[in-house]
């Protein structure tokens, strides 16, 4: 079973750059044809796709969050993280790295001055 963690700051400023990290363990990032993703649920409302980085080391992203999401790796540490900049609280939302099967708990993050 993969093991997957969220982590980061749960309150950032609106313009700031979002960051969160996760954490996996039970498999590796660099497992062939594995993709690490990125997903968030704003309150109410359903789950978004926002990315993901294969093991590859290629990254895609949802065309709608494209110009404002980097994500990227650290395979020495088996983790991932996510940048997503130009915040508002629109972005307010639960976050969740998943490689498609097993998901973290998810973090929630709100954008609020």
């Known amino acids: 079973q993969v093991q997957l963690q969220e982590s980061g700051p749960g309150l950032v400023k609106p313009s700031q750059t979002l960051s969160l990290t996760c954490t996996v363990s039970g498999g590796s990032i660099t497992t062939i044809s594995s993709a690490w993703n990125w997903i968030r649920q704003p309150p109410g409302k359903g789950l978004e796709w926002i990315g993901n980085i294969a093991y590859s080391g290629s990254s895609y992203y949802s065309p709608s969050l494209k110009s404002r999401t980097s994500i990227s790796r650290d395979t020495s540490k088996n983790q991932f993280t996510l940048q997503l900049s130009s915040v508002t609280p629109e972005d307010t939302a639960v976050y969740y790295c998943?490689?498609?099967?097993?998901w973290g708990q998810g973090t929630q993050v709100t954008v609020s001055s």
């Open positions: 998943s490689n498609g099967i097993d």
